[in-house]
């Protein structure tokens, strides 16, 4: 990361690295809302590793349009480079039948970093919640909370197809 600090700050003139408002509530759910919609769904549905691969590239991807503007020269370019280990991380949790590890670890990894950037006032963070950030919060926990929901209705019924599966072939 540093190396790709040094890179992006050498290559884009006048970078400055972009900082949205975030509140823990946000941060926290985004780790159920991402590993579920780039990961968990696609691996469940589509059971293709390639497939969850490639929605992971994705979801990577997304993280550099973490900013309030589509200028090249405000770009996240540094969150991107922090995420691509993630990207791996998480493909090999749920192709592990592990996604609520992911889950927990991507809402911990989130919070741990959202307190410490806090802490240290390298990102902007929202500690009085407004009308508007109070109805986008609870629009994250819901949205979450459906997701988990969805997410363990896909993971029951794969589990007992493949209980199936190896029943049928004990009797053939």
Known sequence: ?????????????EYEEPSIPLSIISVVSAGPIEEILFFGIPFYVLGN??????????????HILNTNTLEISSLA??????????LFFSLRTWIS????FAIVTHSAWNAIFFTLGCL?????CVL?????????????LVISAILIGFIYILYKRKASSRREKQRREFFV
Do not use: C, Q, R
């Not at 039948?97 to 609520?100: A, D, I, N, P, S």
């Not at 240290?120 to 902007?124: F, L, M, P, Q, T």
């Open 1 to 13: 990361m540093f190396i790709g600090t040094f890179i992006i700050e050498n290559v884009v003139p």
């Open 49 to 62: 590793h390639l497939v969850v691969l490639a929605t992971g590239l994705v979801w990577v991807m997304l």
């Open 77 to 86: 370019y540094l969150n991107w480079l922090f995420v691509i280990p993630s």
């Open 97 to 100: 039948g592990k996604g609520w």
């Open 120 to 124: 240290a006032g390298e990102i902007s």
């Open 128 to 140: 009085d919640l407004d009308g508007d950030d109070v109805a986008a919060s609870i629009n994250s």
